[in-house]
């Protein structure tokens, strides 16, 4: 097998540090513009990542199982990240009122990270 359990654990947390580091260097910027906006970038890119990170767990966790078990975890997974980040982009629009673009803006940066892993071999 070319792609180990341990490879996309590595991957997964590598990419849930680059998200952080992107968020908060968007974040530093936006504090320029107020707290509002600040905050906006960090709940948007913390949702991305969040959802991001329980996928990874849910994928990851337990034994190595067979094809079924394997696509069952993916599912769910995939299910629990966006389930996460709509809600807390909900949170963050809706009930903090925080500013549409920043949080939109945050999510967009944490999301490009995950496109710009698979452009780069490591």
């Known amino acids: 097998m070319l792609n180990t359990l341990a490879a996309g654990k ?3 947390m590598r990419l ?3 998200q952080i580091v992107v968020v908060l260097a968007l974040a530093l910027p936006a504090a320029l513009l107020g707290w509002r906006a600040a905050l906006g970038v960090l709940m948007g890119g ?3 990542a969040a959802g991001g990170a329980l996928m990874a767990w849910r994928m990851f966790h337990g034994p190595v199982a067979g094809p079924g078990p394997t696509l069952m975890r993916m599912a ?3 299910a629990l990240k966006w389930l996460v980040i709509v809600a807390l982009l909900w949170l963050a629009l809706a009930r903090l009122a925080l500013e549409p673009l ?3 803006g945050g999510a967009l940066a944490a999301l490009a990270v995950n496109l710009s892993a698979f452009a780069f071999k490591s």
């Open 10 to 12: 590595r991957l997964a």
């Open 76 to 78: 769910g997974g995939l």
């Open 46 to 48: 913390v949702a991305v």
């Open 102 to 104: 920043a949080v939109v």
């Open 16 to 18: 849930l540090a680059v």
